[in-house]
């Protein structure tokens, strides 16, 4: 069985624009979850989804969103990057809300 | 509130050298507890859970874990370390049905 998959790897962007990150989950998994990770703040959630629908969100700001189709892939966006935007993007998928399975992330960088 | 502590931001052992990486959680309930390991630019990879039951459990690559109910603790072990083991590790976790808290991450420095 395929892991998540993200794409793409890598992202350069310059501040004021904006960016989409795509993952695919498991198959059957419909559950998913995005996280940026920064040395400074560590892995930080985002938002959750399931069945398309946002379950659950973190503390970010609304420049930050999310949606999820009917086949369980997931998108994120960031409209206005900051050059605080710079992180590695980690999406996870989870079949029964137990154990997470991580894809390998996006590292976005802003300049 | 809820919350994932691993106190050790860096440790360093030699090869061949036992380990015991230490997390310590605050959570109202029984919590589903993990420990992930990632390496540079990687993915998290699941190497154990505790749901319930035995409370040593065993993971990939020779890890194990203990839950300590009295000390909200869930303290990932390995006998003997592999210079390949040099990586971060992360404890979390799950509050709830698709709620996960991760502590801050330790990183391993393996001696040769």
């Known amino acids: 069985k395929a892991g998540v998959t993200q794409t793409p790897r890598y992202l350069i962007k310059t501040r004021g624009q904006q960016v989409t990150l795509s993952c695919s989950p498991i198959?059957?998994?419909?559950?998913v979850s995005w996280y940026q990770q920064t040395p400074g703040q560590g892995l930080q959630f985002l938002f959750e989804y399931f069945s398309e629908t946002q379950r659950n969100k973190g503390n970010f700001p609304g420049r930050f969103s999310g949606r999820q189709f009917s086949n369980s892939r997931s998108e994120m966006n960031v409209s206005t990057l900051e050059l605080g935007d710079s992180a590695l993007y980690l999406c996870?998928?989870?079949?029964?809300?137990?154990?997470?399975?991580f894809g390998p992330g996006t590292r976005l960088t802003v300049l | 509130a809820q919350s994932v502590t691993q106190p050790d931001i860096h440790i360093t052992v030699s090869e061949g050298a036992s380990l015991e990486l230490r997390c310590n959680y605050s959570?109202?309930?029984?919590?589903?507890l993990f420990w992930y390991v990632q390496s540079p630019g990687q993915g998290l990879q699941l190497l154990l859970k505790y749901f319930s039951g035995d409370t040593l459990v065993q993971g990939i690559k020779g890890f194990e874990a203990e839950f300590k109910r009295s000390q909200s603790s869930f303290n990932l072990r390995k006998p003997s370390v592999h210079w390949s083991d040099a990586a971060e590790y992360f404890c979390?976790?799950?509050?709830?049905?698709?709620?996960?808290?991760f502590g801050t991450g330790t990183r391993l420095k393996v001696l040769a």
């Open positions: 996870a998928s989870s079949l029964e809300g137990r154990e997470q399975f």
């Open positions: 959570y109202g309930a029984t919590p589903y």
């Open positions: 979390a976790v799950g509050a709830g049905t698709y709620k996960y808290i």
């Open positions: 198959s059957g998994h419909r559950s």
